[in-house]
């Protein structure tokens, strides 16, 4: 059941990035990459293990923010199959947490070491931290409303 759970979740993942990458690309054409949180993080990421420049790793990195996305809500997955008692607060509660949780964790505490950008005085102001706050909350409802259909 947990494997099974977590297999959900990779597929929750993935969905759910797609539909947050849709509006962080009409972002990232104002404010480029620096701009979109998630893919700066995965561009630095990208650059360190492939030994490439920053500005060409892009792509890897974009590749890394889908890979990230998945794992992520295999976590999930697998988290509510072990602690199912989670479910009766529902995906309208669930998935939002899960978001923030995610932000917090994966973003918030870590973008400045890895990207040397600092969340709260980034050159763009508070609009980038605005922005990937909500689409966290949005991966994070889509992730748990999937994983909730198919368990």
């Known amino acids: 059941m947990v494997i099974e759970a977590a297999a959900y979740g990779l597929f929750a993942g993935i969905v759910a990035t797609a539909v947050m990458s849709v509006p962080q ?25 492939m030994g490439r420049r920053p500005e060409d790793s892009f792509s890897i990195g974009f590749l890394f923010h889908f890979a990230n996305g998945g794992i992520a809500a295999m976590a999930y997955g697998a988290f509510i199959a072990l602690v199912p008692q989670f479910t009766l607060l529902g995906p309208l509660v669930l998935g939002p947490a899960f978001g923030v949780f995610l932000w917090v964790f994966t973003l918030a505490l870590i973008h400045k070491p890895l990207t040397g950008v600092s969340i ?5 102001g508070w609009r980038p931290s605005a922005l990937s706050v909500a689409l966290h909350v949005l991966y994070g409802t889509i992730v748990a409303y999937i994983v909730d259909a198919l368990l």
Do not use: D
């Open 25 to 49: 690309y009409f972002f990232w054409r104002r404010w480029s990459t620096v701009g979109i949180l998630e893919w700066h993080e995965n561009q630095m990421i990208a650059s360190k293990v």
């Open 120 to 124: 709260t005085k980034h050159p763009l």
